[in-house]
């Protein structure tokens, strides 16, 4: 084999500067696991202990079972992804919109940041969207995508269809 760099008889163990190894401890939590299962293109991944002692491995399916539990996950809501300039960027402010709206926060991450603005994608319960989307623009947050359906924007679908029907009339 033309691309062997070492001679026959050789052990992995004179391969060892050259490979890199990964694996996770038993007591890391779910998040390290993930950036692993990225950075490798794996779908699985070797568990020790402190003493490098193999433990067993974890799969993407185990990762993905494990988040299914969290509420970001697991509840019924609208998503949403705002964005607002990196200085100004705040999760408590972001958080206590949604609340005053009477609404619940499920869960949040930071899906996109720079040294201009920061994008946060929610989660949040079904309740009071259109005043949510209002309060949200009031604080000068620019709302990036939306996964659901708001009354204002049902209402002008229909306006508009209604308008094209009477046009071809």
Same mark, same amino acid.
């Given at each position: 084999?033309?691309?062997?760099?070492?001679?026959?008889?050789?052990?992995?163990?004179?391969?060892?500067?050259?490979?890199?190894?990964?694996?996770?401890l038993?007591?890391?939590?779910?998040?390290?696991?993930?950036?692993?299962?990225?950075?490798?293109?794996?779908? @699985?991944?070797?568990? !020790?202990?402190?003493?490098?002692?193999? $433990?067993?491995? *974890?799969?993407c399916?185990?990762?993905?079972? %494990?988040?299914?539990?969290?509420p970001?996950?697991?509840?019924?809501?609208?998503?949403?992804?705002?964005?607002?300039?990196?200085?100004?960027?705040?999760?408590?402010?972001?958080?206590?919109?949604?609340?005053?709206?009477?609404?619940?926060?499920?869960?949040?991450?930071?899906?996109?940041?720079?040294?201009?603005? @920061?994008?946060?994608? !929610?989660?949040?319960?079904?309740?009071? $969207?259109?005043? *949510?989307?209002?309060?949200?623009?009031?604080? %000068?947050?620019?709302?990036?995508?939306?996964?659901?359906?708001?009354?204002?924007?049902?209402?002008?679908?229909?306006?508009?269809?209604?308008l094209?029907?009477?046009?071809?009339?």
């Open positions: 084999m033309d691309f062997l760099y070492e001679e026959d008889g050789g052990t992995l163990k004179d391969l060892e500067h050259q490979i890199e190894r990964f694996a996770i038993e007591d890391n939590n779910v998040m390290d696991s993930i950036r692993l299962f990225y950075t490798f293109s794996s779908n @699985v991944i070797p568990v !020790i202990n402190k003493n490098e002692k193999y $433990l067993g491995y *974890i799969t399916e185990d990762v993905f079972q %494990d988040l299914s539990r969290y970001l996950f697991s509840e019924t809501g609208a998503i949403l992804t705002v964005e607002t300039p990196a200085r100004k960027y705040s999760m408590t402010e972001i958080t206590n919109i949604v609340e005053s709206n009477n609404s619940k926060f499920y869960g949040g991450f930071i899906s996109f940041m720079s040294e201009e603005v @920061v994008q946060v994608t !929610i989660k949040i319960s079904n309740e009071n $969207l259109a005043s *949510i989307d209002a309060t949200f623009d009031r604080y %000068d947050y620019r709302i990036v995508e939306k996964y659901y359906s708001d009354e204002k924007s049902d209402l002008f679908k229909d306006r508009y269809g209604f094209q029907k009477f046009i071809e009339i």
